[in-house]
């Protein structure tokens, strides 16, 4: 992708002025034939305004048209596109690093029972290879690291390339393994195997092999680098991986449907009742916080409260993923999309997990409900201001982890969760529980995050217009 700092504008009077501010060859800019410093101002905004426009994708402002410097032949732009400075993914290492702190908590989960029996955390290595064995470990441990290493080579670019990024990934997919199997030695529910690691540094390996060839199309000149641009915000890669992540998180079952972010009720409920009891001594007697579950529940049957609190969820998550979109992008049907992946990934995890084989167990008459609602109130929102939409979905994803955590459980809940698998997809499991425990919170913390940074850049402006 071409770079937009490399293009050359119009200087007023003739010159050519770059887009970063400098002075171009053959003309002479604004401050050259002492015009006047407002003039000069309004051409560098000028200017910015086009940055902008061409980094976009197309020009927004009405003279960007005109601004920019006529066209040269495609072999001239290739030309000068290979002697660009290349930059690095932002989006990419963000992705390897959460996709990394997955691995660790897939690999030492369930995080209990640690314990010591003499042995050297890497004595796994001299073991010879497990005698007992299952195929589908192999390809569970292969394909699990695969994307570790693609990600890997990506987020190297554009330093190391080619087949120095490919033996970095293996090497760095390799020590991980390592060093997650060798802790695997004290604890009890796992178990340290050399097959493990050398399936997982393989797994490493084709990753990077499989992204290492198409690493430049993807991050500098692809299609799909372009289409990012052009359809999202440029500084929008966290928000894109929350929504990317969304699926994912509602793997897991609940009792109502995207019903996550329970991780208090899960804490409370580790608690004895005395513990219990000396948190609520803390609180006014006018709250009947003891009561409060059961009266809130007498409000409506359950089914209403499922298809309030998927409505909630689902517009929540689906307006969050619409914040960086850009005006020009086909945001309904990008929208659609998310929602009928998150099905998809449903579905396939109830397949997967489920031992009387029922796909759509969790589709009640509740969550039926709340899956149109909030699909048609993501979709009417997207005519609202971006601001507009931010609020909306922040008080959406509150409310419903307030009715998460103080609503009773569905006592069939128990049901569908005994039919859900658990030993064999023992790090499946542990992962889409901690999706769906952390992502609303995730969510909140970037809204709070985001707020902070605006009201700090409002305070600049003010404190620079009051000098």
């Known amino acids: 992708m071409i770079d937009a700092g490399r293009f050359r504008l119009r200087a007023p009077h003739g010159g050519r002025r770059g887009m970063d501010g400098g002075e171009g060859e053959g003309g002479s800019g604004v401050g050259d034939r002492g015009g006047k410093a407002g003039a000069r101002k309004a051409g560098e905004r000028k200017a910015d305004e ?4 061409i980094a976009g994708g197309e ?4 003279g960007a048209a005109h601004a920019v410097a006529p066209a040269r032949p495609a072999g001239a732009l290739a030309a000068e596109s290979e002697r660009l400075p290349r930059r690095s993914s932002t989006l990419a290492r963000q992705s390897l690093a959460l996709y990394a702190a997955l691995i660790v908590y897939g690999s030492w989960y369930p995080f209990s029972g640690w314990r010591s029996l003499g042995l050297s955390p890497f004595a796994y290595l001299g073991d010879p290879f497990p005698r007992y064995w299952t195929v589908f470990d192999i390809v569970t441990n292969v394909l699990g ?4 290493g693609a990600l890997m080579v990506l987020a190297m670019w554009p330093r190391w390339r080619g087949l ?9 997919g390799t020590l991980l393994s390592g060093v997650m199997e060798a802790v695997q030695t004290w604890l009890p529910t796992r178990v340290a195997s050399n097959l493990d690691l050398a399936s997982n540094a393989l797994g490493a390996l084709l990753g990077a092999a499989l992204a290492a060839p198409a690493t430049g199309a993807l991050l500098e000149r692809g299609f799909l680098r372009r289409l990012r641009f052009r359809w999202f915000e440029r500084d929008a890669a966290v928000l894109m991986v929350l929504a990317a992540l969304w699926p994912f998180a509602t793997m897991y079952p609940a009792p109502r449907l995207f019903g996550m972010g329970d991780w208090p009720r899960a804490l409370w409920q580790r608690l004895d009742a005395s513990m219990q009891d000396a948190v609520l001594a803390w609180t006014p007697a006018a709250w009947h916080l003891r009561s409060l579950s059961e009266a809130l529940a007498a409000r409506l049957p359950d089914s209403g409260w499922e298809a309030l609190v998927a409505t909630l969820n689902l517009f929540g998550a689906a307006a969050f993923a619409s914040l960086p979109m850009r005006s020009r992008a086909p945001r309904a049907r990008l929208v659609l999309l998310l929602i009928a992946t998150t099905l998809v990934v449903k579905v396939g995890a109830t397949f997967l997990q489920s031992q009387s084989g029922l796909l759509f167990d969790w589709a009640t008459p509740g969550a039926l409900a709340g899956l ?14 971006r601001a507009v939409r931010a609020a909306a979905a922040t008080l959406a994803l509150g409310v419903a982890l307030l009715l998460v955590n103080l609503l009773p459980v569905n006592p069939y809940f128990d049901v569908v969760l005994a039919d859900w698998r658990q030993g064999r997809y023992l790090h499946f499991n542990g992962l889409a529980r901690w999706l769906a425990w952390t992502w609303p919170w995730a969510a909140l913390a970037w809204t709070a995050f985001s707020l902070e940074r605006a009201w700090l850049v409002r305070r600049a402006r003010r404190a620079a217009r009051s000098s």
């Open 50 to 53: 086009e940055r902008n426009a």
């Open 59 to 62: 020009a927004n402002t009405p």
């Open 145 to 148: 690291y695969m994307p570790f």
């Open 164 to 172: 120095v990024a490919v033996l970095l990934a293996t090497a760095a």
């Open 372 to 385: 149109v609602w909030g699909a048609l109130a993501a979709l009417l929102a997207l005519r609202l201001p």
